[in-house]
């Protein structure tokens, strides 16, 4: 392998593990969201060409940030006109020190830039789409594209949403810190949205060439633990803790060796990691206990019925059925209803399945969503109806965006079409 190789591998991995930080930190010290993104991206840029003349540096994160900082210094200095901009560059200007991820410049108490971005995002004055995606292209990086299919929306549509609401937060003066406990609550339903929406994209990717984002995960995880302990009495954080490690549990055995998709039906139950599964229904139990039942606890628990099973032919597709149905009551999305129509299919049989996958075909919230041709295709497989089946992987192939849910689809067409 190449310098150049080795440099561009590590200035990739430095932008899955430290996009967030960087652009967190100089949103911190400067209050432009524009000039934060505009400045990181610049580093990024920067280290390709230093790294290779330089060497790729013993801190990664220090040295981007840094360099970050120092272009949005340049930035500021250049337009500094007016007393605001000038007193922006001052604060950057005495900000020489190393780069230090402990820093807390709030009375929080969460010494965490990230996790400040979330609950600068998720303020109550913003939609709550807007607060959720918002959070997502600036602490995860992840593209307007990634975001708008994650929402289940037009690009266009989604790009405009992220415009509006970084105005709306530089014209409304949003400060830049978690607010006090009694203020907590009405961000909480954001905040978890983000946590959960920024997992999921990391277990799932919405596009791109592989199915998991171990930095995605693990970023969710490290959050939801910090909001935890920010919150210990709030029970759906705990249920969205007990949530993402029970899903984290399966997720070395979500793809093969060869980075093929490995259906759950079909994972080594045996190196499902055991420890994350005992937390996380710790975690469902003590939640559970405080009485006030919510999504991410009544997800939680279909995930326990999964990860709990001894066997995949011991799963209680039942109770997961009744659990989606109750599900359905706080989050009355057609993708829930969808997953509703899996556990029926696979309780009460596939034409029952079936049955609930065309009415979600009829109304059309769904259209363009591969998961919904794709679960028509499954259920008609089980049940031996494979022509149709092949039909419908076709469709499901039309609309996916991620490689390895396509090479999976593609298998299971040919399986359809040699049957």
Request: hydrophobic residues 45%; glycine residues 6%; charged residues 30%.
């Amino acid at each position: 392998m190449s310098a150049t190789d080795d440099v561009e591998k590590a200035v990739a991995a430095a932008f899955r593990e430290e996009w967030g930080q960087v652009v967190a930190t100089l949103i911190r010290v400067t209050g432009d969201w524009d000039l934060a993104e505009e400045s990181a991206q610049d580093a990024f840029a920067q280290a390709l060409d230093r790294w290779r003349r330089d060497g790729i540096p013993r801190r990664p994160g220090a040295w981007l940030t840094t360099t970050a900082r120092h272009r949005a210094l340049d930035v500021l200095r250049r337009e500094a006109v007016g007393a605001a901009k000038l007193r922006e560059a001052a604060v950057l200007a005495r900000d020489e020190g190393p780069y230090d991820p402990e820093y807390d410049g709030e009375d929080s108490g969460v010494q965490d830039d990230r996790l400040r971005l979330i609950f600068t995002c998720c303020h109550p004055a913003l939609p709550i789409e807007a607060r959720v995606a918002l959070t997502l292209r600036t602490l995860a990086g992840l593209t307007t594209p990634e975001i708008a299919r994650a929402f289940i929306v037009p690009e266009a549509t989604m790009a405009q949403r992220l415009v509006r609401a970084k105005k709306k937060i530089r014209n409304a003066g949003i400060p830049y810190r978690v607010p006090p406990a009694h203020l907590l609550p009405e961000r909480t339903t954001g905040v978890l949205g983000v946590l959960y929406l920024l997992f999921n994209e990391g277990y799932a990717a919405s596009s791109g060439a592989d199915l998991v984002r171990t930095d995605l995960c693990a970023e969710a995880i490290r959050l939801a633990r910090l909001l935890a302990r920010l919150m210990p009495d709030e029970p759906e954080t705990l249920g969205l803790l007990a949530l993402l490690l029970l899903h984290d549990a399966r997720r070395h055995t979500r793809v093969d060796a060869a980075g093929e998709l490995v259906t759950l039906e079909d994972q080594d139950r045996s190196a499902w990691d055991r420890a994350e599964i005992d937390e996380g229904t710790a975690l469902l139990e003590t939640a559970l206990r405080r009485g006030r039942p919510g999504a991410y606890q009544i997800q939680a628990a279909i995930a326990a019925c999964h990860t709990t099973a001894t066997t995949a032919e011991d799963t209680d597709w039942a109770d997961i059925a009744a659990l989606y149905g109750e599900l359905g009551r706080f989050v009355p999305s057609a993708v829930v209803r969808l997953n509703r129509a899996v556990a029926v299919g696979m309780s009460e049989g596939a034409d029952a399945g079936l049955a609930l996958v065309a009415d979600l075909e009829r109304e059309g919230d769904l259209a363009g969503y591969h998961l919904l041709p794709a679960t028509r295709a499954d259920l008609l497989r089980r049940s031996g109806r494979t022509r149709e089946a092949a039909e419908a992987y076709e469709r499901a192939l039309e609309l996916v965006e991620n490689d390895a849910e396509r090479r999976f689809l593609q298998k299971r067409l040919a399986e359809c079409r040699s049957a």
